[in-house]
T-cell receptor
Framework: DTEVTQTPKHLVMGMTNKKSLKCEQH?????MYWYKQKAKKPPELMFVYSYEKLSINESVPSRFSPECPNSSLLNLHLHALQPEDSALYLCASSQPGQGRKNIQYFGAGTRLSVL | AQKVTQAQTEISVVEKEDVTLDCVYE???????LFWYKQPPSGELVFLIR??????QNEISGRYSWNFQKSTSSFNFTITASQVVDSAVYFC???????????FGAGTRLFVKA
């Protein structure tokens, strides 16, 4: 069983809706990630938080807004999405740094459909 | 530039066959990490193995084995006596020395038929 929990598992939203994706981990990891994965494609990195600070933003449109309220939680706030934003959104966590620490552990993802 | 190439898009085998998934990578870093992840239909990426650039030892874990060769920039993955439960998409990945940005290959979809 994954130790990274994502909710909801499925989400359908209209283009004018505001929704949030949630991710939680209790492994004591201090780096957390959001990835977007389209069908039959590899995951694409969106954001990285390290020690609750935004470390990487891969030029993601502002309609995606990440938030890291504490070391265990990561949110992704969604607003005014487009149908092409429909995808599987994966959360991951790791310990920052070298060695075994940089293994990323993934959640099961949220399947998002934008109508 | 960093790049991971998985030339095999889809592989189909019959149960109990051995299958090798190829991975070739490019990086200018002298220190880096290579990974294999499995993604079953449920969606979660499952960590399988990590290798650092200084460790060229091959590894065997049950039915899984990995062959890392720096000379050819390859990190291939073999499943021995495949099972239906091995059906999934397998991703090879490269992580830079900072440890945050993961470069994924395109993935190889493995179908194991009973």
């Amino acid at each position: 069983d994954t130790e990274v929990t994502q909710t909801p598992k499925h989400l359908v939203m209209g283009m004018t809706n505001k929704k949030s994706l949630k991710c939680e981990q209790h492994m004591g990891h201090r780096a957390m990630y959001w990835y977007k994965q389209k069908a039959k494609k590899p995951p694409e990195l969106m954001f990285v938080y390290s020690y609750e600070k935004l470390s990487i933003n891969e030029s993601v449109p502002s309609r995606f807004s990440p938030e890291c309220p504490n070391s265990s939680l990561l949110n992704l706030h969604l607003h005014a999405l487009q149908p092409e934003d429909s995808a599987l959104y994966l959360c991951a966590s790791s310990q920052p740094g070298q060695g075994r620490k940089n293994i990323q552990y993934f959640g099961a993802g949220t399947r998002l459909s934008v109508l | 530039a960093q790049k991971v190439t998985q030339a095999q898009t889809e592989i189909s085998v019959v149960e109990k066959e051995d299958v090798t998934l190829d991975c070739v990578y490019e990086t200018r870093d002298t220190t880096y990490y290579l990974f294999w992840y499995k993604q079953p239909p449920s969606g979660e990426l499952v960590f399988l193995i990590r290798r650092n650039s200084f460790d060229e030892q091959n590894e065997i874990s049950g039915r899984y084995s990995w062959n890392f060769q720096k000379s050819t920039s390859s990190f291939n993955f073999t499943i021995t006596a495949s099972q239906v439960v091995d059906s999934a998409v397998y991703f090879c990945a490269l992580v830079n020395t900072g440890g945050f940005k993961t470069i994924f290959g395109a993935g190889t979809r493995l179908f194991v038929k009973a």
